[in-house]
């Protein structure tokens, strides 16, 4: 019979050295966290996961993008309060003005939200599939980087620029004497304003779906290398305990006990 005290003891025993092994472990954890020491590489992918070197540059690129928004927004809230015809009227107006909305808009969803959200991707392929952008693959993040910011930057402000020209003069054509029709402002606002805009904003808008292009071949390329590196899973069967193997001498096959012999 097992005296309970002896058995608490020793599970007592147990319990505290498994703490210990695990305050050993936290301990290391913690040494390589605050980069005092050393660690095996191993421990260190267990315990902290590796950085995305792309997704920290989108993550910039998209904090720039939303300071210029920031900034343009209160521009265009102040131009709407103090300016005449202001930005309010000119997207009031429609016509031309309908340029101003849209480019804003434009901006708003291709610039600091996308390029924010772009940066989960590089995340993604970086940290948790642990494939990291190396070669050619690095070019296309570049291209994708420098091409799609530009593109979208200068599109989405020309377009705006345009549609503000636009509205202030089809503002300014509305209040002369004798008025002008609808029709006529309209023709006088394409001709003067309008018109030279789509040859400068077509460019900038092609360079930005070459450079989102760009990032996504990068993309497919740097995804297959990652599952190409994936482990397999090999599904092994369990081993057989040794009361279960028998070993005759002078026979080369080996043979298992399952039932017992009851030919005796």
């Given at each position: 019979?097992?005296?309970?005290?002896?058995?608490?003891g020793?599970?007592?025993?147990?319990?505290?050295?498994?703490?210990n092994?695990?305050g050993?472990?936290?301990?290391?954890?913690?040494?390589?966290?605050s980069?005092?020491?050393?660690?095996?590489?191993?421990?260190w992918?267990?315990?902290?996961?590796?950085s995305?070197?792309?997704?920290?540059?989108?993550?910039?690129?998209?904090?720039?993008q939303?300071a210029l928004a920031?900034?343009?927004?209160?521009?265009?809230?102040y131009d709407?309060?103090?300016?005449t015809?202001?930005?309010?009227?000119?997207?009031?107006?429609?016509?031309?003005?309908?340029?101003?909305?849209?480019?804003?808009?434009?901006?708003i969803m291709?610039?600091?939200l996308?390029?924010?959200?772009?940066a989960?991707?590089?995340?993604?392929?970086?940290v948790?599939?642990?494939?990291?952008?190396?070669?050619?693959?690095?070019?296309?993040?570049?291209?994708?980087l420098?091409?799609?910011?530009?593109?979208?930057?200068a599109?989405?402000?020309?377009?705006?620029?345009?549609?503000?020209?636009?509205?202030?003069?089809?503002?300014?054509?509305?209040?002369?004497?004798?008025?002008l029709?609808?029709?006529?402002?309209?023709?006088?606002?394409?001709?003067?304003?309008?018109?030279?805009y789509?040859?400068?904003?077509?460019?900038?808008?092609?360079?930005?779906?070459?450079?989102?292009?760009?990032?996504?071949?990068?993309?497919?390329?740097v995804?297959?290398?990652?599952?190409?590196?994936?482990?397999?899973?090999v599904?092994?069967?369990?081993?057989?305990?040794?009361?279960?193997?028998?070993?005759?001498?002078?026979?080369n096959?080996?043979?298992?006990?399952?039932?017992p012999?009851?030919?005796?």
């Amino acid at each position: 019979m097992v005296c309970p005290h002896s058995w608490f003891g020793y599970n007592m025993e147990k319990i505290s050295n498994v703490s210990n092994e695990l305050g050993k472990a936290h301990a290391e954890i913690r040494t390589a966290q605050s980069g005092k020491g050393t660690m095996s590489d191993t421990k260190w992918q267990m315990s902290i996961s590796p950085s995305s070197k792309w997704a920290n540059r989108f993550i910039i690129a998209a904090i720039i993008q939303g300071a210029l928004a920031a900034g343009l927004t209160a521009w265009l809230l102040y131009d709407a309060t103090y300016d005449t015809p202001g930005a309010a009227k000119i997207v009031a107006s429609g016509g031309g003005g309908t340029w101003l909305t849209e480019g804003y808009l434009a901006y708003i969803m291709f610039g600091p939200l996308a390029i924010a959200v772009t940066a989960l991707f590089y995340q993604h392929l970086e940290v948790n599939l642990r494939a990291p952008y190396k070669g050619w693959s690095n070019i296309f993040a570049w291209l994708h980087l420098v091409l799609m910011n530009v593109g979208v930057v200068a599109g989405t402000w020309l377009m705006m620029n345009g549609g503000w020209r636009a509205g202030a003069l089809a503002y300014s054509l509305g209040q002369q004497t004798p008025p002008l029709s609808p029709g006529q402002i309209s023709g006088q606002v394409h001709v003067q304003v309008l018109s030279g805009y789509p040859g400068y904003i077509a460019p900038f808008a092609a360079i930005a779906i070459l450079g989102a292009f760009a990032g996504g071949i990068g993309y497919l390329v740097v995804w297959r290398r990652a599952l190409k590196k994936a482990p397999q899973r090999v599904e092994t069967r369990p081993q057989e305990s040794a009361s279960n193997l028998r070993v005759r001498e002078g026979d080369n096959s080996d043979s298992f006990v399952g039932t017992p012999d009851n030919s005796h």
